[in-house]
């Protein structure tokens, strides 16, 4: 690969990336196999990109995205791609510190912590089978009580964002998050992780023109279920250059301008669901063509 990036995304709305399976009337996300953890599919990403670079110039998404399938057969070449979005850190709205009022934290855990530091080429220190967090004290949520230790400055280095936060999330999500974060074992984030997603009933109302049924009663009609608000995501992305045409610098800033501003992600979009502020790593771009490779600067 000639090119590897990171991109971060906070989620400004419920996000709804539509899963697998028959669980009835309920509208499942989309879950990794080997963890159950929500995700958002590259493939939605990279769509929501494209078309919005599509609309600042048409030939830029052709040079970027490559042309999609004509009448004939023929796609283009792509020389940008993006991976799916993983959890990095997830809000828990319900937790009260040391037996106080409800606060506002972060939550992650080992395996997520883990993975970001390799990808991203971090220092990566062995966590305790104990939750180590920003306050050390007693947090409760639901029926659980968790013993929270005080993390260690290596600790911190590890779980780290790369680059700068976006100037809309400096001052506000930014403090915030760097005096309330908890990292937990794997098993304890697992049981969390589902009291923090964002569920929603809806119900059908009768009319009563059915005779089982009273004008004015309510059915469940659909459940949904979305990754809160709040939540922080990584995915990987590049680019994988043509060595007859590659994209110029123009074409690396037009999609730049989309990349690091809001986009739309999953479905529901005509309720304002999967807006999500992204950022990235790195921003700059320098092309040698004479020896046809990509560098970071």
């Given at each position: ?24 009337n309920i ?5 990794e ?23 600042i ?13 004509d ?30 009022q ?6 992650s ?46 600790q911190?280095?590890?779980?780290t ?14 403090p915030?998050?760097e ?24 119900n059908k ?16 009609f ?16 590049g ?22 501003g809001?986009?739309?992600v999953?479905?529901?979009?005509n ?17 040698n ?8 600067v």
């Open positions: 690969m000639k090119d590897f990036r990171l991109n971060y995304l906070y989620s400004l709305s419920p996000i709804h990336c539509g899963g697998e399976g028959d669980l009835g509208l499942e996300i989309a879950r196999v080997h963890t159950n953890f929500p995700y958002i599919p590259g493939s939605s990403i990279r769509g929501s990109i494209r078309n919005e670079v599509d609309i110039n048409s030939d830029a998404t052709n040079k970027l995205f490559g042309k999609e399938l009448d004939d057969g023929n796609m283009g070449v792509h020389q940008v791609w993006f991976g799916d979005a993983r959890l990095l850190w997830v809000p828990m709205k319900t937790m009260s510190f040391n037996g106080n409800d606060i506002f934290t972060w939550v855990c080992h395996s997520l912590i883990r993975d970001h530091a390799i990808i991203s080429n971090l220092p990566f220190v062995t966590f305790p089978n104990e939750a180590v967090g920003t306050n050390a004290g007693t947090y409760e949520v639901a029926d659980a009580q968790i013993k929270v230790l005080k993390i260690t400055p290596d911190e280095k590890t779980i964002f790369l680059g700068e936060f976006p100037d809309s999330l400096k001052d506000s999500v930014k915030t998050w005096s309330n974060h908890i990292v937990l074992p794997d098993a304890d984030f697992q049981v969390l992780m589902e009291h923090s997603l964002w569920t929603q009933v809806r109302i009768s009319d009563g023109t059915k005779e089982d049924t009273e004008a004015g009663s309510a059915e469940v659909w459940t949904d279920v979305c990754i809160p608000r709040d939540t922080i995501f990584y995915l990987p992305w680019y994988s250059l043509s060595k007859i045409d590659p994209i110029s610098t123009d074409e690396h800033n037009k999609l730049m301008e989309v990349i690091q809001l986009i739309q999953g479905g529901q979009a309720v304002g669901r999967g807006w999500v502020q992204s950022w990235v790593s790195h921003s700059t771009f320098e092309f063509k004479q020896e046809q490779q990509l560098t970071n």
